[in-house]
């Protein structure tokens, strides 16, 4: 099993095309790279931890890309992107959106801690100048800048736009985050 993270796919989201500058002429272009994509790195048994912005719509609109990604996916759960409709509504009716596995998805706190053998990392859709464990070497993963923030420090920005339209694995984190020096705070 490898993970992977990612963020900011915004599947059906015509907008983005232009806001984030992507190389498709059409949201139906787009969605299909953007799976292919998924899906030629992360495989059935891999889990997906995702940190916002998957889609604009509703559950149902969500439930279409869900079905068609590889992975056991683990999504933030926060108010504030893209994903609060749909979110709001599978609370609300539990109507049990689930994966291409067929597994259920699962929701994390908006903001997560998490522990991979010896490393641990900080979850937000949103990028921190300063986190939990910043200078014990934690790494903060975000999204939500489409690569267009470098922070100091153990910081990575994982979302589609600032990774070539891939999820990144824990390995690239890793390898990325190595060669950043630990943030060291200011008097």
Not at 102 to 107: A, D, K, N, P, Q
Not at 121 to 144: K, N, Q, T, Y
Request: aromatic letters at 12%; proline letters at 4%; hydrophobic letters at 40%.
């Amino acid at each position: 099993m490898t993970v992977y993270f990612s963020e900011g796919h915004h599947f059906g989201h015509a907008n983005i095309i232009k806001y984030a500058s992507r190389p498709y002429s059409s949201i139906e272009e787009m969605d299909a790279a953007l799976i292919a994509n998924w899906n030629s790195v992360v495989s059935p048994g891999d889990t997906v931890y995702y940190l916002g912005d998957f889609c604009l719509g509703d559950a149902n609109q969500a439930r279409k890309y869900l079905h068609q990604l590889n992975g056991q996916i683990r999504i933030l759960d926060t108010s504030t992107h893209h994903d609060k409709r749909w979110i709001k509504q599978i609370k609300l009716f539990s109507n049990g959106l689930v994966t291409a596995q067929g597994e259920s998805l699962i929701l994390l706190p908006a903001l997560s801690v998490l522990k991979f053998e010896k490393q641990w990392f900080v979850l937000c859709h949103f990028p921190f100048a300063s986190w939990e464990g910043r200078l014990h070497g934690w790494i903060h993963l975000h999204g939500h800048c489409h690569g267009r923030y470098h922070g100091e420090g153990k910081i990575m920005d994982v979302g589609v736009d600032a990774n070539n339209f891939y999820p990144v694995s824990e390995k690239r984190v890793l390898e990325y985050c190595a060669d950043r020096p630990v943030f060291v705070s200011h008097p």
